[in-house]
């Protein structure tokens, strides 16, 4: 009879720690679903907003709207590198410096014509690019209008073309030493074992630290 109980008992116990468990997997697959459909609303709020900015006009959207974002992210950064470079200011900014052996501060009808060429690359090479892909996608009938594809198509997509960007970018760039975006088919060829054996290679990573890489790492002296 005690052993009946017992077995019984058990019995409860195990069922219940199956539910309780079942309870807490639902309860943390609900949350996981919530923050992996979420980025799907911002996404789709941010597009909304930004298709209303150009009048909800495809072809201004997908041209002058690419021309637009690029610009904006590439400059704000770009302009405050180039203050430091023209100035030296803020001092405490310098010792990140990377090119050691380029004059500094650096001249200025230098940045002038790096200036030049930028926007005019930024401008109408990107407007001619952007045109003629405008209208590639029509021909190919791409999904116009304020739905945007789901995160997790997104997420989908771009880890397919961050590959296909790799092979399309060291296989066309096979004419130098370590010519990889991400590096992965450097490792496979073995086309950066010059790489690996520099003092370079050493600060290669992503650093959370205030103290700067080469000092981290300094250069080896000669005859080291």
């Known amino acids: 009879m005690n052993f009946c109980w017992s077995t019984f008992l058990s019995f409860l116990l195990t069922m219940n720690s199956s ?3 079942e309870l807490i997997i639902s309860k943390y697959a609900r949350h996981l679903e919530r923050a992996w459909v979420a980025p799907s609303y911002f996404f789709q709020n941010l597009w909304i907003t930004i298709y209303e900015w150009f009048g909800r006009d495809d072809y201004t959207t997908v041209v002058w709207g690419t021309i637009t ?3 904006l992210c590439y400059w ?16 405490f900014i310098l010792k990140y410096r990377i090119q050691e052996n380029s004059p500094y501060p650096v001249p200025f009808n230098r940045v002038i014509k790096a200036f030049a060429l930028v926007v005019f690359n930024q401008t109408v090479v ?3 690019i952007m045109f003629c892909f405008y209208h590639v996608m029509v021909w190919r009938g791409f999904e116009k209008g304020e739905t945007l594809p789901t995160f997790q198509r997104l997420m989908l997509e771009l880890g397919f073309f961050i590959i296909i960007e ?15 975006a991400m590096g992965f088919l450097d490792d496979l060829h073995g086309t950066n074992k010059n790489f690996r054996n520099s003092e370079i290679y050493k600060r290669h990573f992503w650093s959370l630290s205030l103290a700067p890489l080469k000092q981290l790492y300094p250069d080896k002296q000669k005859g080291e």
Do not use: K, M, Q
Request: proline fraction near 5%; charge should be negative; include cysteine.
């Open 126 to 128: 990107l407007f001619v």
């Open 19 to 21: 539910i309780e468990n």
């Open 166 to 180: 790799e092979i399309l970018f060291y296989y066309s760039h096979r004419f130098t030493e370590n010519y990889g």
């Open 76 to 91: 704000i950064p770009g302009l405050c590198f180039t203050f430091i470079d023209l100035t030296g200011r803020p001092a």
């Open 69 to 71: 974002i690029a610009n």
